[in-house]
């Protein structure tokens, strides 16, 4: 079971920071799961929300800040017990920093068609330079920054993310040429589950981040697990590994 550490490692550390990444890499997470978005100057910059107030110590839009203003931001607010202070990164200082990582899961935000181009032709362009194509899966919620990525590269795997409880979500994966769909589960199943592989999607679950949830995913038999506690899940695997 693959196991992504969602936003590195966000129940445990600063989210998508390179701390928080670092902090994931050291506790055995082969395989990250971050958010990009378009800043100011048009770099690619890991951040999951639209604006900078939940996670760091300032208030307003990313796409309004420069590439280094954000970075000598404190991103530290979702884990105010971290010792020092980390910025928010660009996807290149991530991707640079952790180029031999397994797998990657890049999710594009949702942004407006123009600026999801950029994006697009950007994370093409990066994923292209590190020599990533066949390590990484671009994910959405959007279905038009997917088929963005579709048209731009057409064989860079893809993943759509949405609640699936409504028959057209799947369908909407496949029309996308997806090779993956990720299922929360607070809405996803077992039958969902089966019903994407016989499709021949991959399917992801998350967020297991307690051993009641791990367990459900497995019983649903999704080939991949994304998680905001790795190193629990990774001791959970291990420890269903040793007793069975």
């Not at 697009?120 to 066949?134: F, H, M, N, Q």
Request: contains cysteine; proline residues 5%.
């Amino acid at each position: 079971m693959l196991i992504y550490g969602h936003r590195g490692a966000r129940g445990e550390a600063p989210e998508n920071t390179l701390a928080g990444f670092g902090y994931a890499y050291q506790a055995g997470v082969r395989a990250f799961e971050l958010d990009v978005r378009l800043c100011a100057d048009d770099e690619l910059v890991v951040m999951h929300d639209a604006t900078v107030d939940r996670t760091t110590g300032a208030t307003g839009a990313v796409a309004a800040l420069t590439a280094a203003e954000l970075g000598r931001l404190d991103a530290r607010r979702t884990c105010p017990t971290w010792p020092e202070p980390v910025g928010v990164p660009t996807l290149a200082a991530v991707l640079q920093r952790f180029a031999a990582l397994a797998q990657w899961a890049i999710e594009i935000k949702h942004d407006t068609p123009e600026r999801l181009e950029q994006v697009g032709r950007r994370l093409v362009s990066a994923i292209e330079r590190y020599d990533l194509a066949g390590r990484t899966t671009v994910t959405s919620f959007d279905p038009v920054a997917l088929g963005i990525v579709r048209r731009l590269a057409p064989g860079l795997p893809r993943a759509y993310i949405g609640a699936f409880d409504q028959p057209h979500e799947l369908q909407t994966a496949l029309e996308l040429g997806c090779r993956q769909i990720d299922v929360p589960i607070a809405t996803g199943s077992a039958a969902l589950v089966r019903a994407a592989q016989e499709q021949g999607l991959l399917v992801t679950g998350w967020q297991g981040n307690d051993a009641a949830a791990l367990r459900l995913l497995v019983a649903w038999g999704v080939d991949q697990i994304t998680t905001d506690y790795p190193s629990m899940a990774l001791a959970w695997f291990r420890e269903q590994e040793a007793s069975a």
